[in-house]
């Protein structure tokens, strides 16, 4: 029968929350830029111009028929040169880079749908108001439409936000030392391979039960 030994976690906890900054720093980085991208793609795909709302569409359905790990690959092992482009020399681990990039493009696919559906349920209504008002289109679709649309769909946000965090682990295929990646090579090394992955889980599970609960909070409130 299997004895279980933890005592390799206390000394492997300075390497972990290493790696967990790393996982945070591409979630959050993924999900600023993927609503930034994903709100631009969303207004263009809603927009009257038929070659931007085709040109949106194109870039959403094409991410969103792709694996991510194919497209953590794609940035990592096909364009690096590109990304050294944009970042310059300087930019340190090529992989973290690539993870970035890869994630927030991915991303931007999925939060684009949140967010164009977010716009559609806002009332024709409010913006038959702001162009009364004397408003522009983008006035309104700013200070009238784009406020009501987020205060829609925050949860649905914060729900592709925890499918994000538990999709960071995929770096491991570019050697990126994530939470879940450092938790493994540890294990590993110290022939404690199921403790760390079963205390990785464990963390998994507390931060994005957590974060679930904070959204049917929210859910329940918006619903009022």
């Not at 359905?61 to 194919?70: A, E």
């Amino acid at each position: 029968m299997y004895e279980f030994d933890w005592t390799s976690i206390p000394g492997a906890l300075p390497l972990l929350v290493k790696g967990m900054l790393i996982t945070l720093e591409v979630t959050l980085t993924a999900i600023t830029v993927g609503i930034v991208w994903g709100t631009l793609l969303a207004i263009a795909r809603l927009g009257g111009n038929r070659l931007l709302a085709t040109l949106a569409a194109t870039y959403v359905n094409l991410f969103r028929s792709v694996p991510l790990v194919m497209v953590i690959l794609w940035f990592y092992l096909i364009v690096p040169q590109a990304i050294k482009a944009v970042f310059g020399e300087g930019i340190g681990d090529i992989r973290l880079a690539s993870a970035l990039t890869a994630f927030a493009l991915f991303e931007a696919a999925y939060y684009s749908e949140i967010i164009r559906a977010g716009i559609q349920s806002v009332p024709k209504g409010q913006v038959a108001a702001g162009q009364a008002l004397g408003l522009t289109n983008g006035q309104t679709m700013r200070l009238i439409v784009l406020p009501q649309a987020f205060r829609n769909m925050m949860p649905l946000l914060l729900t592709q936000a925890i499918i994000l965090f538990q999709d960071t682990s995929l770096v491991y295929v570019i050697g990126l030392s994530d939470f879940f990646g450092t938790a493994y090579k540890v294990g590993d090394r110290d022939g404690r391979l199921v403790e760390l992955l079963l205390f990785a889980g464990a963390v998994y599970f507390v931060i994005c039960f957590s974060v679930s609960r904070l959204v049917k909070r929210l859910q329940a409130r918006f619903s009022q």
